[in-house]
């Protein structure tokens, strides 16, 4: 296990979320990792784990090397003015999780004590198969966020000016995948399945696709072609769903999404 300290100052959803991925890869000693919330009872489970859990961001911060912030991009710099104090320059290393928040913002803040880092992890975190996007993209890349972040599931480094877009596309796009996979659940139950053994094929369908894809290193229509077969009824389906804008829809909720952001 690694003798990093971490702090990630934000125990929500994603917080938890990378949290659990961090335990489960038993990557570092649960002593060493620290995580804040304003309702520490909700962190419980952490804290009979070992975790150090903590209403005190400041003191989260002062014990750490590696702080991750998982908090929501209007709460982000008043914590950060407030964690500024403790901050060390030869010490720390921040990593925000905020959409929309730059790290020229993030650096005017802290007054450029400490370096900044952006990244967008996803709650696949929890099974270790989060796709995190990292910026800034750099020649060198830091050992500790690469350990931490590859711990949870794979990286990619970005320029900062595509973060909104990994946002949208790693992040949200966990929903977006969940949505598409209830509805072949909910069209799997209407031909004639239960929900259990709808959900069972749908799922590992969807896994096997995506295998398919990350193991093959092949464009989507490669294999899609493998599957369609003239007059089947592959095709018909494929050729039904896109008559309702199924391909349209999509891309206009990826573009929405990253419009609001």
């Known amino acids: 296990m690694g003798d990093k300290k971490i702090a990630i100052i934000g125990g929500g959803n994603l917080g938890q979320a990378i949290m ?18 304003r309702n520490t009872a909700e962190l419980s489970e952490f804290k009979k784990l070992g975790v150090q859990v ?15 912030l998982a908090l929501k991009p209007y709460k982000i710099l008043s914590v950060l003015e407030e964690i500024l104090p403790q901050l060390e320059a030869d010490k720390h290393l921040i990593v925000s999780l905020a959409s929309g928040v730059s790290i020229s913002q993030l ?22 198969e989060s796709l995190t996007c990292i910026s800034p993209k750099t020649n060198v890349i830091n050992p500790d966020i690469e350990t931490c972040f590859q711990s949870i599931g794979k990286t990619l480094y970005i320029e900062e000016d595509l973060m909104d877009a990994a946002t949208v596309l790693g992040a ?17 139950i209407q031909i004639g399945f239960d929900s259990k053994a709808a959900s069972f094929i749908a ?9 398919l894809l990350i193991d093959g290193k092949n ?8 599957v369609t077969t003239p007059k089947g009824c592959t095709i018909s389906g494929l050729n039904e769903m896109e008559h309702n804008g199924f391909s349209s829809a999509l891309i206009k909720g990826i573009v929405k999404s990253h419009s609001d952001i």
């Open 219 to 226: 464009h989507p229509e490669f294999e899609i072609d493998k």
């Open 20 to 37: 659990k991925g961090l335990l489960a890869n038993e990557v570092y000693t649960p002593k060493n990792i620290t995580i804040t919330k």
């Open 203 to 211: 799922n590992q369908t969807v896994k096997g696709a995506a295998s």
């Open 54 to 68: 903590t209403q005190d961001n400041a003191a989260a911060v002062a014990n750490s090397e590696l702080i991750i």
């Open 107 to 128: 650096n005017d803040t802290i007054k450029n004590k400490v370096p900044v880092y952006r990244a967008m992890p996803n709650t696949a975190s929890v099974v270790g």
């Open 172 to 188: 949200c796009g966990i929903a977006f995948a969940l949505r598409f996979i209830r509805s072949m659940v909910q069209g799997g």
